[in-house]
């Protein structure tokens, strides 16, 4: 009796068996597969002396996506540099999506229509003498 209960049930074990397999097979093939998406803020630092084009535009990226910024002076600022997530001067420039970043471009006031820049001279002293250094960073 036994014997004909395994072969009424091998049958049945392995149909299932072959349906479990083929349905997840589908199921796996046909999902919808997310793509990352990263948010890119921008500050205008000091507020009111530029403005930053992005393109593309938007603010929200796939992950990977290229996004070149160009930094605006509004009239009496030249853009100096970037900070945040991205560094250096120059303009436009670029960065790539893979996090969330956050960009500040800072403008100095001295450009456009007739401002004048105003430099200051910075006199570092040590003492004791030998007792450190200072060191000037680019």
């Not at 393109?55 to 945040?84: C, Q, R």
């Amino acid at each position: 009796m036994n014997n004909k209960k395994i072969k009424y049930i091998m049958p049945l074990l392995l149909i299932m068996l072959l349906f479990t397999t083929c349905s997840q097979k589908k199921s796996s093939s046909t999902g919808s597969t997310q793509t990352q998406q990263y948010t890119l803020t921008v500050n205008v630092y000091p507020s009111g002396s530029g403005r930053v084009v992005l393109s593309p535009s938007g603010g929200v990226y796939t992950a990977g996506t290229v996004v070149e910024l160009t930094a605006i002076p509004n009239s009496g600022y030249t853009f100096n540099m970037w900070g945040g997530d991205l560094s250096g001067s120059q303009n436009p420039t670029t960065i790539t999506m893979n996090s969330n970043k956050t960009v500040i471009a800072q403008f100095v006031s001295g450009g456009g229509s007739g401002g004048t820049t105003t430099y200051y001279t910075l006199t570092v002293n040590i003492s004791p003498t030998g007792g450190g250094n200072v060191v000037k960073k680019s």
